[in-house]
Every structure is written in structure tokens, then in C-alpha cells.
T-cell receptor, first 117, second 115 residues
Framework: NAGVTQTPKFQVLKTGQSMTLQCAQD?????MYWYRQDPGMGLRLIYY???????DKGEVPNGYNVSRLNKREFSLRLESAAPSQTSVYFCASSAVFGQGAIGNTIYFGEGSWLTVV | GNSVTQMEGPVTLSEEAFLTINCTYT??????LFWYVQYPGEGLQLLLKATKADDKGSNKGFEATYRKETTSFHLEKGSVQVSDSAVYFCALSDALTGGGNKLTFGTGTQLKVEL
């Protein structure tokens, strides 16, 4: 069972370049998320998709766009990369929509290490 | 807003020592609480969780009790092993507008266990 799969695992970009991080989950989860992890700051939510067809901003959405392509896939796009976007990016998913969701486990992918030079 | 505070690391212990990693939180309502573990070069894995006051989560010898009166969720293990070396994140879960749930994370505590 693959769980949450994200690609690429490592990427180096030049300032101003664009790229898309891909994510897919095979657990039939409704909700999907993108987080970034920076030293000393834990993980912060960039965007989320509560269910297929919806997307919303999280804590740190500036400089990013997302697409919920279908129930399985949720991509994160950097249109014009900046050094401040150097980070580790995690895609995640969880099952239940709406009431009772807060107790549900969020499952994470293995991370994508992005460096912008 | 919601926040999670956990003790700074790194924490260095000898094998078989007792482990405590402190975690306190600030939240409105009744969040669920989680401990995640991140091994080097890997993603986050759920270690344990508790969804209401006085619940005890446990897994792989680790335990944490949801204490509403002290707003705490301290992680403990009676005898650590070298293989427990990792970064541990405390988190609380909140409902998101439109559905799903958001995790608010602490900054992480690195644990190093030596022989």
C-alpha cells in the first residue's frame, strides 16, 4: 500500500523558474494538504483541499497555486520560485469530511526537498 | 490562534533511559492531539493520538495523556533505544472551513539516543 506518494524527491531551481510538485494518494481520502517544513518552525499549511473540487488557502499561501486534479491527486505549483521557497514540502491526506474530522489521522508523504538558488 | 509549544532539543539520552518530551498547547474548543515522528530523510509518521480529555495514546512503548486541566500532552517512554533517534512533533488538530482538519505543529524536538 503506497499511501501518499509525491514527486520529485529532490529539485534545484533557479530564481524565477517554475515547477509543479505532484502528489497522489491511494487511500480514497477526501481531504488533501500541502505543508512546508522549515528549520525551527515545524510544519506550516500552504493550501488544502477539503474535498474534490475545492481548494483553500492555509497559513502561508503566497507564491503558490494548487490544483485538485481528481480525488487522488493534488499538485502544488511554484510560478516564479524565490530563495525563500527553499524548503521541504510535504503532501498529506485525511479521510473524513466535516463533523468529526479533527480526530482523524493525517497521513504524510515522504517529502520533496526543494532548493531555489 | 491555536499554538503548540514543545521543549527544545536536541535531547541526548543513553539507551534504556527514561524519556519525557514536554508539549503544551493553546486552543479554543476541544482539539485532538497527536505525536508524529520523523526519522532522518523521511516523512512524518503518526506515533500516537488522543481525541478527548484524559485519553491516553500509546504505541511502540510511547505514551501520552491528554490533560485538559494543564493543556498538556507530554510524550514518555520508559526505556529508549538507539532506533528511537528521530525528531518528534507534537500537534493539535482543528477543523478547517469547508471540511478536513488542520494540524498545528510544535517546532519539533530532536532525540538522540546513544549506546
Amino acid at each position: 500500500n503506497a499511501g501518499v506518494t509525491q514527486t520529485p524527491k529532490f529539485q534545484v531551481l533557479k530564481t524565477g523558474q517554475s515547477m509543479t510538485l505532484q502528489c497522489a494518494q491511494d487511500m480514497n481520502h477526501n481531504s488533501m494538504y500541502w505543508y512546508r517544513q522549515d528549520p525551527g518552525m515545524g510544519l506550516r499549511l500552504i493550501y488544502y483541499s477539503a474535498s474534490e473540487g475545492t481548494t483553500d488557502k492555509g497559513e502561508v499561501p503566497n507564491g503558490y497555486n494548487v490544483s485538485r486534479l481528481n480525488k487522488r491527486e493534488f499538485s502544488l505549483r511554484l510560478e516564479s520560485a524565490a530563495p525563500s521557497q527553499t524548503s521541504v514540502y510535504f503532501c498529506a491526506s485525511s479521510a473524513v469530511f466535516g463533523q468529526g474530522a479533527i480526530g482523524n489521522t493525517i497521513y504524510f508523504g515522504e517529502g520533496s526537498w526543494l532548493t531555489v538558488v | 490562534g491555536n499554538s503548540v509549544t514543545q521543549m527544545e532539543g536536541p535531547v541526548t539520552l543513553s539507551e534504556e533511559a527514561f524519556l519525557t518530551i514536554n508539549c503544551t498547547y493553546t486552543a479554543t474548543g476541544y482539539p485532538s492531539l497527536f505525536w508524529y515522528v520523523q526519522y532522518p530523510g523521511e516523512g512524518l509518521q503518526l506515533l500516537l493520538k488522543a481525541t478527548k480529555a484524559d485519553d491516553k495514546g500509546s504505541n511502540k512503548g510511547f505514551e501520552a495523556t491528554y490533560r485538559k486541566e494543564t493543556t498538556s500532552f507530554h510524550l514518555e517512554k520508559g526505556s529508549v533505544q538507539v532506533s528511537d533517534s528521530a525528531v518528534y512533533f507534537c500537534a493539535l488538530s482543528d477543523a478547517l472551513t469547508g471540511g478536513g482538519n488542520k494540524l498545528t505543529f510544535g517546532t519539533g524536538t530532536q532525540l538522540k539516543v546513544e549506546l
